[in-house]
C-alpha cells in the first residue's frame, strides 16, 4: 500500500518560513517523481514544484520561484518543501504528490497516481 503524510504545515507570519514535509511508503523512492501542489480556499489546486528522483530535474512553478525549493532524501523516503518569505497568497492546503513512473507534465495532476491528505499553510499577521 502507497502512503503519502505530510507535515510542517502551520500558522505563520508574512516573510517567516516554513518546511514541508512528505514521508512515503510503498513506492521505489529512488525511481519516481514527487510534486508538491497546494489549493487556496475557493480555487483549484495548483502545482507548486516537483523533483525527479531518477535524474534530480526539478520544476518549480513562476509564483513559488526564488522563494521555495524542493528536496529529497532517498535514506528516508521524504521529499521536503521549503518555503521562504511567505505571503498570504500561500495560503492553502498542500499536497504532496508521487508517481513512480514516468511523466510528462510535471505540473498536472493526472500525471500523479498517488496523493496525501495534506497539510495547511496559513500565511497571516
Known amino acids: 500500500e502507497v502512503q503519502l503524510v505530510e507535515s510542517g504545515g502551520g500558522l505563520v507570519q508574512p516573510g517567516g518560513s516554513l518546511r514541508l514535509s512528505c514521508a512515503t511508503s510503498?513506492?521505489?523512492?529512488?525511481?519516481?517523481?514527487l510534486a508538491w501542489f497546494r489549493q487556496a480556499p475557493g480555487k483549484e489546486r495548483e502545482a507548486v514544484s516537483s523533483?525527479?528522483?531518477?535524474?534530480?530535474?526539478?520544476h518549480i512553478s513562476y509564483s513559488a520561484a526564488g522563494r521555495f525549493a524542493i528536496s529529497s532524501d532517498n535514506s528516508k523516503n521524504t521529499v521536503y518543501l521549503s518555503m521562504n518569505n511567505l505571503k498570504p497568497e500561500d495560503t492553502g492546503v498542500y499536497y504532496c504528490?508521487?508517481?513512480?513512473?514516468?511523466?510528462?507534465?510535471?505540473?498536472?495532476?493526472?500525471?500523479?497516481?498517488?496523493w496525501g491528505r495534506g497539510t495547511q499553510v496559513t500565511v497571516s499577521s
Open positions: 510503498g513506492i521505489i523512492f529512488g525511481e519516481s517523481v
Open positions: 523533483i525527479n528522483n531518477n535524474d534530480g530535474t526539478t
Open positions: 504528490a508521487a508517481e513512480p513512473g514516468a511523466i510528462v507534465l510535471w505540473d498536472e495532476e493526472y500525471e500523479y497516481d498517488h
